[in-house]
């Protein structure tokens, strides 16, 4: 049973920085692909980042692009985000999801239906 637990969350002002974790627990990490997405009040669910099972491949969502970073880290079952130069806008709840790579198939790191596995989300606010 795969699980998922964010971490790093917390208040910050404009302009400061964030460095989320994502937590693997379960077997085969290497056969998985990790996103973020973030939920503000009121609005969906959007994509923020995601990275290939190797960290060989990564996209971000526009509004991002430039301020954060996703890398992982094999040996410790981890991804991580870090988030430079933010704003009030980015405030959200930030989730990591797991896509299982292990048969082959095409990557559609924007599209949440291909996660298969989801955490519970970690708080960021950015204070203006």
């Known amino acids: 049973q795969v699980q998922l637990l964010e971490s790093g969350g917390g208040l910050v002002q404009a302009g400061g920085s964030l460095r989320l974790s994502c937590l693997f627990s379960?077997?085969?990490?290497?056969?998985?692909?990790v996103g973020w997405f973030r939920q503000a009040p009121g609005n969906e669910r959007e994509f923020v980042a995601a990275i290939n099972w190797n960290g060989g491949s990564k996209e971000y969502a526009d509004s991002v692009k430039g301020r954060f970073t996703v890398s992982r880290d094999n040996a410790r079952n981890t991804v991580d985000l870090q988030m430079n130069s933010l704003k009030p806008g980015d405030t959200a709840l930030y989730y990591c999801?797991?896509?299982?790579?292990?048969?082959?198939?095409?990557?559609?790191?924007?599209?949440?239906?291909?996660?298969?596995?989801w955490g519970l989300g970690t708080q960021v606010t950015v204070s203006s």
């Open positions: 379960g077997r085969a990490f290497t056969m998985y692909a």
């Open positions: 999801a797991a896509d299982w790579q292990g048969d082959g198939t095409s990557w559609y790191p924007h599209k949440e239906a291909e996660y298969d596995f």
